[in-house]
């Protein structure tokens, strides 16, 4: 009449489509309730109650996603949520409704879970869970006298809850659930089937879906079966539905026989009687069941109803109890912008309005119980009982949840009887006779005990017991099993055979045992020769040895094992062959042909070549196995008892006593078995410890790691990664404390020893570089080397540079060096994707590098390896880039040349190597990098000529330096002379010993002290000076000597 009313807007989450088919009902009676409510205009005068469906598809996820879209979407559109007809949708819902304050009423779901308040506290609907089920299937068991009853349950996250709520009211009503199982499947179904007629039970309780029960009603007519099964209500004759596995003889007959009498409880249907309904006064139940009935009859089997279902009423007791909740809150001045802004005290006005529902519904008064407790979201309405009669659903009672009672107004029908008058004549809960390995006990059968048997089916309530030498092991048999041979069954009524005692065997009937001599020496001899054999193999056979020390003495490589090594050649051939693996050393480790070793005593041996030759270079190491392959770890290794006596020797010996011993002690293939599988398990078990005692045991070496680890934990308790490149120098006190920890072990040896047997042993449980672990400073120089000069010269070399370059504080000065600062673990990331992303010269270009230390002897050895190439020509470039950067500096054991400290005939053999060398001929290890590294230097200005051009401007420049210092030094000294002969005498001395290796300044201060303590008469003063007017130094190319001669 132009009247403008106010729009209300629900969120209605359905199941148009899915698994559940009764969302397109709930959809059409909610909006006739919905139309009802609007057009009369009563509850909500001047207010439009809007329903907007969405389709969840029966999906949890797909629910929540719409309620969250809708709350994000339009946050002030919506004052409730309706709908949700499948349970697994409310869950879902409903677990989060309160957190957002939506008001929410489920039409349809019927989980018995979601009475938990605890979960959902605030989740309301209008059908009667499936929890009262529980109640009405044992009211029914205790009318029917039944005692037993069997479980089958669906899935757990939809029937778990209902299951054990019904398995705790069992035990309430005295009843015993014989059996509880699941069927998610046909074959799950079989084996339920089949587990159910072992017990003999016929009443099946069974909480699960359609499909469930489908699978094993199929099974039943398979089986010819019948029994009496209690479960929800459920699609009309849903059994001859379709399914997967379905076997032939399921036909709908079938089907129909084994589903008749099936009794199904649930609520919701349209109630019996004619009350007028609260929300729609002028129209009666009765009237809107029957415009419910002609709505189906027009549209069901098509889009808008493809098949009915009797939640229609829900859904409009769910509209009618939405609209009385909202009259009640305007009636209390709540306004609809006050339910769209969902505070927390409108969202409990909410909640308290539907908890005091109470209103004559399309399905029954409709009413909610006042504790508050669990069930308090429940209606307290009515479940109605149906049977299957006749292939059709029948309704033959109503459960009263109030009174909690049942009234009956049909008969009920079960086989071969029926229950005229409502009365209930039912059958058994047992099925008789008992099948064969079964006896009777009361209504039920049971499984005869272990050690007895029944040959046939029957009644008899007793189990025949087996006879002295038959045993039954297993409840449930049909007869008895004779004992095997060895054992014996000595009394009637065994479940087990027993073994005869030691040296005993049973007699021919297995009833009892008697003696056999035989046993008392052959199987225990056999069982030892097999020890000792497999021992003997095992032993041999892959051992390994560990290796303490690999290097030359008096001329010959010796190999220095942990412990005896065990082998012996002589028998045969003057020497036997060996493999090594885990030495570090290249030419030791996986070498394919192996090498040959002559034994010197039980843990020396001397190494040979694969072909027995005498090894001429140096394969040191301190760390490793050594093997023999086979078949030399069996051929060429000593008795256990006899060193001089091949293993094999006596292992032939054991392996033909072996069958003797089974033969003349006739041990039968059993106790032969047992006496060699013991010796051979007590031989490997015996192997493997004396095995794993040696292996974990710790080298010399292993401990004296474990000692400079616990010194660098003292001083770098903490330690961790510092950035590739400049931050990770080592000082001059560093690095000469660790010569120091390792000097005995590194004697004269070369950076592959240090970096294979040191450096990465200490490295390896943190992964990280050396000076990571030590304690990383930034670096002071660029350390430029090669890995075949001596370890000890190369700590000299350095600890001499920082003494020149900080004579006071040498100590702290720190150097990047490769073997230290590299992390040895990740080489491949510290070479870099290309040169000039490696560490090498990410180090040699920072800021904080004064200059480039090239430790160098008398081979100039870092003067033949690529890598070094390319330190020289980074060097020649930042030289170039900065004024300040000292440049290439050569240093030696004795001092550093470019600042004429170093022994000069080292420093002239060096000139002379320098002087032949041409940077082209520069090795590497891999290919790869010579190449860049050569290109590289030929795309420099200059080329190669520019770098060979420079490294002897350096060696030039350096001997200019010691010539000078040589001729400071000698003035020093001459000019301190006074005029004694002797002292000119002492003076060439010195300066010869200053050729023998001394420098012009050690022989100084020798003279200088010599003065001092020889001071002769006459010398004080000047009258007695001599003047020496010119002195040559004359150098020898081909002898690098030094000759002083005095004009």
Not at 906 to 935: F, G, V, Y
Request: aromatic letters at 8%.
């Amino acid at each position: 009449g132009g009247v403008t009313c106010h729009r209300i807007n629900v969120l209605v989450n359905l199941p148009i489509t899915g698994s559940w088919s009764g969302g397109p009902s709930l959809n059409a009676s909610g909006h006739r309730m919905t139309d009802l409510i609007n057009s009369q205009q009563l509850l909500l005068p001047g207010y439009e109650l809007v329903l907007h469906v969405k389709n969840d598809d029966c999906n949890h996820d797909e629910s929540s996603k719409i309620l969250l879209n809708a709350i994000t979407d339009a946050p002030s559109t919506f004052v409730a949520l309706a709908g949700t007809g499948c349970s697994a949708t409310s869950k879902s819902t409903a677990s989060f409704a309160p957190i957002i304050r939506m008001p929410h009423i489920s039409w349809a779901s019927v989980a018995a879970d979601l009475s938990d308040r605890t979960l959902y506290p605030t989740f309301f609907r209008t059908r009667v869970p499936d929890g009262n089920s529980n109640t009405v299937w044992l009211l029914l068991a205790r009318m029917c006298s039944w005692k037993r009853l069997v479980v089958i349950k669906g899935s757990d996250d939809r029937f778990g809850y209902q299951t054990t709520e019904f398995l705790e009211a069992a035990a309430d009503y005295d009843m015993e659930v014989v059996l509880s199982s699941s069927i998610l499947t046909q074959s799950d179904a079989q084996r339920v089937l089949t587990n159910v007629m072992d017990i003999r039970a016929r009443v099946l309780v069974m909480l699960a879906y359609e499909d469930s029960i489908s699978y094993f009603l199929c099974e039943t007519v398979v089986a010819n079966a019948q029994f009496v099964i209690l479960t929800k209500t459920h699609a009309t004759q849903f059994w001859r539905q379709s399914f997967d596995g379905r076997d032939g003889l399921c036909t709908d007959s079938a089907m129909d026989r084994v589903a008749e009498h099936m009794v199904m409880v649930g609520g919701g249907d349209f109630r019996l009687d004619e009350a007028n309904l609260t929300c729609v006064p002028d129209m009666s139940s009765a009237a809107y069941q029957q415009w419910w009935e002609s709505f189906v009859e027009e549209h069901v089997s098509t889009p808008l109803l493809p098949q009915q279902h009797n939640a229609a009423a829900n859904a409009a007791d769910g509209v009618c109890m939405l609209a009385l909740a909202l009259a009640f809150l305007f009636k209390n001045n709540v306004t609809l912008q006050d339910m769209l802004g969902r505070t927390e005290e409108v969202f409990s006005h909410f909640n308290d309005a539907f908890a005091a529902t109470d209103f004559e519904g399309v399905s029954g008064r409709i009413v909610f119980p006042a504790d508050g407790g669990n069930g308090a979201g429940d209606p307290l309405g009515a479940s109605r009982i149906y049977q299957v009669q006749n292939g059709s659903s029948v309704s033959v009672g109503t459960y009263n949840a109030r009174e909690r009672n049942i009234s009956f107004d049909r008969n009920f029908t079960w086989p071969h009887s029926a229950s005229p008058g409502g009365t209930l004549v039912c059958p058994f809960d047992t099925f008789d006779p008992c099948l064969p390995g079964h006896r009777s006990s009361g209504m039920q059968c049971i499984p005869c005990e272990p050690g007895s048997f029944a040959v046939a089916a029957s009644g008899s309530a007793v189990c025949s017991l087996c006879q002295p030498g038959l045993i039954a092991s297993k409840a449930g048999a049909s007869a008895c099993d004779e004992c095997p041979h060895g054992r014996h069954a000595g009394f009637s009524g065994m479940s087990s055979c027993e073994s005869c005692p030691v040296a005993h065997t049973a007699n021919h009937n297995r009833s009892e045992c008697h003696m056999d001599v035989k046993y008392l020496w052959c199987a225990p001899g056999c069982m030892t020769f097999t020890f000792l054999l497999c021992w003997s193999l095992f032993h041999r056979t892959g051992r390994t040895t560990r290796v303490l020390d690999v290097s030359k003495v008096d001329g010959k490589l010796i190999v220095t094992t942990c412990g005896s090594h065990n082998i012996y050649h002589r028998w045969r051939c003057s020497s036997t062959k060996v493999c090594f693996s885990d030495t570090s050393h290249p030419g030791l480790d996986n070498q394919p042909l192996g090498f040959r070793v002559r034994v010197i005593s039980s843990d020396r041996l001397e190494l040979l070549t694969a072909e027995g030759e005498a090894i001429s270079e140096d394969l040191d190491t301190s760390q490793g196995i050594m093997f023999q392959p086979a078949p030399y770890d069996l051929l060429d290794t000593t008795s256990l008892f006899d060193a001089r006596i091949p293993a094999f020797l006596p292992a032939l010996f054991k392996l033909s006593s072996i069958p003797v011993l089974i033969s003349v002690g006739n041990l039968g293939t059993c106790m032969a078995l047992i006496a060699v599988l013991t010796g051979l398990l007590m031989a490997g078990l015996a192997s493997f410890v004396s095995r794993r005692i040696y292996t974990r045991s710790s080298t010399p070496k292993q401990l004296r790691i474990r000692r400079i680890r616990a010194q660098l934990r003292e001083s770098n308790p903490s330690p961790k990664a510092c950035e590739r490149g400049p931050h990770r120098g080592i000082t001059a006190r560093q690095l000469y404390g660790f010569l120091e920890m390792c000097s005995d072990y590194i004697k004269n040896r070369d950076m592959h020893y240090v970096c294979g047997n040191f450096i990465i042993p200490i490295t390896q449980a943190e992964r990280l570089s050396y000076a990571d672990l030590a304690g990383a400073r930034p670096l002071n120089y660029f350390v430029s080397h090669s890995w075949g000069n001596g370890f000890r010269d190369f700590v000299s070399s350095i600890c001499k540079h920082a003494e020149a370059v900080k004579p006071e504080r040498w100590q702290e000065v720190s150097y990047w060096i490769c073997t230290f600062s590299n992390n040895q673990w990740d080489v491949s990331a510290e070479l870099g994707v290309n040169l000039f992303a490696s560490s090498f010269y990410l180090a040699l270009k920072s800021d904080s590098c004064r200059g480039t230390a090239m430790v160098v002897d008398s081979r100039a050895l870092p003067l033949t390896r690529v890598w070094c190439l390319f330190e020289i020509v980074a060097t020649i470039r930042k030289t170039k880039a900065d004024p300040s950067f000292d440049g290439l500096m050569l240093c030696t054991p004795s001092g550093v040349l470019n600042q004429g400290t170093a022994d000069m005939n080292t420093a002239i053999k060096i000139a002379n190597r320098c002087r032949r060398i041409d940077m082209r001929d520069a090795e590497a290890s891999h290919e790869e990098d010579r190449q860049k590294i050569h290109a590289l230097v030929e795309a420099m200005d200059g080329g190669f000529a520019a770098v060979n051009r420079f490294l002897r401007m350096a060696i030039r420049d350096s001997l200019f330096e010691m010539h000078t210092a040589f001729e400071r030094d000698f003035d020093k000294i001459c000019y301190s002379l006074k005029s004694s002969s002797s002292q000119l005498c002492n003076v060439l001395m010195g300066l010869a010993k200053s050729s023998a290796g001394l420098t012009l300044t050690d022989t100084l201060e020798q003279l200088q002290e010599d003065q001092q303590d020889n001071e002769l008469p006459g010398c004080s003063g000047t009258d007695g000076a001599v003047s020496f007017e010119k002195e040559i130094l004359q150098r020898s190319e081909t002898e690098g000597t030094l000759s002083v001669v005095a004009l």
